[in-house]
């Protein structure tokens, strides 16, 4: 059984840089499109992007010039992190495991999530 | 403000039907397939349907998905207590480039 789990700081300051990783267990890393995708308290999902294992990226337009995703195959992981984060940036963050290809992305695995909360 | 658009909730009695519906452009639903996810109080996500109509192992056929055109639909049968949640409809946007999900739907059954 895939697990994928979250781990990082659960506060942040408001002008630093928020750091996520999430462990694969369970299944290969190869494959497939690793992404993020955050929920604000009370709020939708909210895209952020995704690294494919072979190295290719995308990322949320609206987030782009502040995010970096990184995949490590030699530990199963994979990592977020967003830069000048603000009080709009507190949300819980999932990863998740993106299947993707010729007109199809969707999660079938998700992390439990981990809630960041920015404040000084 | 959401690039799909869902209704803010829907609810129906034990055992009856609901539908709810997603609704986007040419860019997104219009070109590429959709996935339904619900998501129980309090815990992450779970893929329900995938590629408009695909129920992963483990998902009842109580659910079910359907596109046309620029819409979907998540359909859910003989309703129970425990279906009570909140369902997001996501796909893939051509012009944005980017993951996109819908506001999201909260079912109350009554």
């Known amino acids: 059984q895939v697990r994928l789990q979250e781990s990082g700081p659960g506060l942040v300051k408001p002008s630093e840089t928020l750091s996520l990783t999430c462990t694969v267990s369970g299944g290969s890393i190869s494959g497939y499109y690793w992404s993020w995708i955050r929920q604000p308290p009370g709020k939708g999902l909210d895209w952020i992007a995704y690294?494919?294992?072979?190295?290719?990226?995308n990322y949320n337009p609206s987030l782009k010039s502040r995010v970096t995703i990184s995949v490590d195959t030699s530990k199963n992981q994979f990592s977020l992190k967003l830069s000048s984060v603000t009080a709009a940036d507190t949300a819980v963050y999932y990863c998740?495991?993106?299947?993707?290809?010729?007109?199809?992305?969707?999660?079938?695995?998700w992390g439990l999530g981990s809630l960041v909360t920015v404040s000084s | 403000q959401s690039v799909l658009t869902q209704p803010p909730s829907v609810s129906a009695a034990p055992g009856q039907k609901v539908t709810i519906s997603c609704s986007g452009s040419?860019?997104?639903?219009?070109?590429?397939?959709v996935a339904w996810y619900q998501q129980l109080p309090g815990t992450a996500p779970r893929l329900l349907i995938y590629?408009?109509?695909h129920r992963p192992s483990g998902i009842p056929d109580r659910f079910s998905g359907s596109k046309s055109g620029t819409s979907a639909t998540l359909g859910i049968t003989g309703l129970q207590a425990g279906d009570e949640a909140d369902y997001y409809c996501?796909?893939?946007?051509?012009?944005?480039?980017?993951?996109?999900f819908g506001g999201g739907t909260k079912l109350t059954v009554l």
């Open positions: 996501g796909t893939w946007d051509d012009s944005l480039s980017a993951g996109v």
């Open positions: 998740a495991r993106g299947r993707g290809g010729d007109r199809y992305y969707y999660f079938d695995y």
């Open positions: 690294m494919y294992s072979g190295g290719s990226t």
């Open positions: 040419s860019s997104n639903i219009g070109n590429n397939y």
């Open positions: 590629d408009n109509n």
